[in-house]
């Protein structure tokens, strides 16, 4: 039997991925801050509304065509073309209905800027079915070294031309104009390194095999990224593009963390999941661990921020973005919930219960969508806060399957959250007791809070050595591999 722990392929991976993530996060993080000091919360907002509108029509590509090709056991030149051929039907039906909806959209919203960012916005999908396989294909094989540095070059692209359109004066369509350069630079990069997996050729040979997963994976991924545009479209109908662009800010911040944190173990481990499921070995003890790793390392990061957003989003973006920090501790606080059941998705997929999970996240988005919307009627915290009963929502739904798929009992979880959450209490004390001494004002001065993020960085550390916390152990691991192979 295979050993549960990390292989050195799985680790090199996650060190590629997480130079990527790191690199991404640390360019998109800079990016967010030049635009913010460049454009308005009302700029921010017609941009975030175009997009908003852009992803509820992109429900019709929500097939997960990657993950097919990932999770089958043999590919097939027929199979390939297939997946080709309907990712290209489907990028070519929505950047037609984008176009349509430019010209609703600025009548709707009573701003003509939605109308133009929409029409530059319905090139995007032109372009995606070009490394669309080439993408794929270096997925399957693990390939995340040469993913994570193109991911990186062209963040740092897509970064200056931000930064110079907004210089030049373009305010919210520089957001556009640099989106549909990077994604062109993106998808030529790729063609190029993986020019082996380059295929136009065009067929329907296996449309029963695809559509039965595409159908599946549309029912859960499509109706979420619905149940999300809608929420933006709805914030920013009823609160205001303003509360849209403060809104926008503040899932941003999160996202920067949850997607350069998360996606880490999501991607590269779904691949082992895969691979694992193919061969036969049960998901058990790597679903431990990932739970383990995860949740060390985002339930102090997740709670610090929560309790430190109002300083961090003056001192970063301005005093006039304050409105952003509220909404930001509400997010992180759904993100603390949402990481105890981390991985669901991937789970569902490789143990083939997609047709379950389209029925859970039917109820799960329905129930998030109403919360949302009776939360916008009140106010954008309050529109925040719901976020927070969705992750409980989907607690409530998928914890007792995650444990059925995974063969895990509530029990050795429990253990696992136990630990976790004893580690993150020295990582978040200091930040609470300086917002406590400041009354909870956002005006606490730089240094005060880089101390406590630094005292807290140093608790965390130590209650991970004391705990034999197994974040630590793979960090240890690491080392003494190093030590060994030596410089």
């Known amino acids: 039997m295979a050993s549960d722990t990390p292989s050195p392929t799985i680790r090199r991976s996650l ?85 349509l909806a430019a010209l609703l959209g600025g009548a709707f919203f009573g701003d003509p800027g939605v109308r133009d960012v929409l029409l530059v916005l319905a090139l995007v999908p032109l372009l995606g079915p070009l490394s669309f396989l080439p993408n794929a294909m270096m997925e399957r094989e693990g390939q995340f070294r040469t993913l994570a540095l193109i991911r990186t070059g062209s963040t740092a692209t897509g970064l200056i031309l931000t930064v110079g359109l907004a210089l030049a004066g373009f305010r919210y369509m520089s957001l556009a104009y640099s989106q549909i350069a990077t994604t062109l630079l993106t998808n030529l990069t790729v063609m190029a390194v993986a020019r082996r997996h380059v295929r136009f050729r065009l067929s329907l040979e296996h449309w029963p095999a695809v559509s039965r997963f595409a159908a599946q994976i549309f029912a859960v991924s499509g109706i979420t990224r619905m149940a999300q545009r809608l929420s933006d479209i709805a914030l920013g109908k009823l609160v205001g593009l303003g509360a849209l662009g403060l809104y926008t800010r503040a899932s941003g911040n999160f996202n920067m963390l949850w997607d350069n944190v998360h996606m880490i173990a999501t991607r590269v481990l779904f691949v082992d999941f895969a691979n694992r499921r193919r061969d036969g070995l049960p998901l058990r003890d790597r679903y431990l661990q990932v739970v383990s790793t995860i949740t060390g390392l985002l339930w102090p990061a997740f709670l610090g921020l929560a309790i430190l957003a109002g300083p961090l989003v003056r001192i970063v973006y301005g005093a006039r973005w304050d409105g952003a920090a509220v909404p930001l501790s509400f997010l992180c606080l759904a993100g603390v919930l949402l990481t105890s059941i981390t991985m669901t998705f991937e789970v569902f997929v490789v143990t083939g219960e997609t047709k379950r999970q389209a029925r859970l996240e039917a109820i799960r988005t ?28 989907a607690q409530w739904l998928y914890r007792r399957h995650l444990h059925r798929l995974t063969e895990t009992t509530p029990a050795e979880l429990l253990r696992i959250y136990r630990t976790s959450a004893l580690t993150s209490l020295p990582a978040i004390l200091p930040a609470a007791a300086v917002m406590a001494a400041w009354r909870w004002s956002p005006a606490v001065p730089l240094p005060v809070v880089l101390g406590a993020i630094a005292a807290g960085g140093a608790g965390w550390i130590v209650a991970l050595r004391a705990s034999d916390h197994p974040l630590w152990q793979e960090v240890a691991r690491l080392y003494a591999r190093r030590r060994k192979e030596g410089p």
């Open 15 to 99: 060190a590629w991925v997480g130079f990527g993530q790191v690199s991404y996060f640390i360019l998109t993080f800079l990016g967010s801050v030049a635009v913010a000091r460049l454009l308005t919360p009302h700029d921010t907002g017609i941009y975030a509304i175009a997009t908003a509108m852009v992803g509820l029509l992109a429900i019709i590509q929500a097939m997960g065509l990657n993950n097919f090709l990932i999770r089958e056991p043999a590919l097939s030149p027929g199979l390939l073309a297939t997946t080709f051929t309907v990712n290209v039907l489907a990028s070519l039906v929505l950047a037609a209905l984008v176009a």
């Open 366 to 393: 329905t129930v998030g969508l109403a919360l949302f919307v009776a939360g916008c009627l009140h106010s954008l915290a309050a529109a925040a806060l719901a976020r927070v009963g969705d992750a409980l929502v």
